[in-house]
């Protein structure tokens, strides 16, 4: 139990265009989901936070306009990446979650904007 | 201010030795701290955690130490496998923010 999925698992894309990356909760209703920045050799730098029918909360230094979060429904978030730059080449993760404690991670997406 | 550190960027143990991964904290807020083991272009997995009221954890091999007045805690993996080799990432996090706050991770090599 407990699987999440993301998608699409990598993509490129050209500059000034937008991506949108999907992130399910396949076997369990997630009530909150968070977005995390991985870049190479570093942590996982959280992006923003979203409940189910509510507006994402965006951490500090993290542009809401450009990273639009949409939480529609308790199995489905989507991160989509506006006017997508180079230096927002990165790894993509999601995770979801249905009890405080508890945060099921997807398998991430690479983006890559050339 | 980083507020979840792991110190050690790399750590190489023999199989069916012990490996310890440490980490550290400064918000004496965190009430409750996670393990997570990551391979290479895949999400963390989960792997074992401790509140705050506890000290000690322990899942198989895999034992979480908690000491609170150091605000330190360790990962121990004993006898270590070549295929626990993996970047792990401590966690913490406070029930109210109910977010978490990750390291820098630890890539562990286990050498056969």
């Known amino acids: 139990g407990a699987v999440v999925s993301q998608h699409p698992s990598w993509v490129i894309c050209k500059s000034g265009t937008s991506v949108k990356i999907e992130c399910r909760s396949l076997?369990?209703?997630?009530?909150?989901m968070f977005w995390y920045r991985q870049f190479p050799k570093q942590s996982l730098m959280l992006m923003a936070t979203s409940n189910e029918g509510s507006k994402a909360t965006y951490e500090q230094g993290v542009e809401k306009d450009k990273f639009l979060i949409n939480h529609a429904s308790l199995t489905l978030s989507t991160l989509t990446v506006t006017s997508a730059h180079p230096e927002d080449s990165s790894f993509y993760i999601c995770?979801?979650?249905?009890?405080?404690?508890?945060?099921?991670f997807g398998p991430g997406t690479r983006l890559t904007v050339t | 201010d980083q507020q979840v550190k792991q110190n050690s960027p790399s750590l190489s143990v023999q199989e069916g030795r012990i490996s310890i991964l440490n980490c550290d904290y400064t918000?004496?807020?965190?009430?409750?701290f996670l393990w997570y083991k990551k391979y290479p272009a895949e999400g963390p997995t989960f792997l074992i955690s401790i509140s705050s009221i506890k000290d000690k954890n322990e899942d198989g091999r895999f034992t979480v130490f908690l000491n609170k007045s150091a605000k330190h805690l360790s990962l121990h993996i004993v006898p270590s496998q070549p295929g626990d080799s993996a970047v792990y990432f401590c966690a913490a996090m406070s029930t109210n923010a109910g977010k978490s706050t990750f390291g820098d991770g630890t890539t562990l090599t286990v050498k056969p």
């Open positions: 076997d369990f209703q997630a009530t909150t």
């Open positions: 995770s979801a979650s249905d009890k405080v404690y508890e945060q099921y």
């Open positions: 918000n004496s807020m965190f009430d409750y």
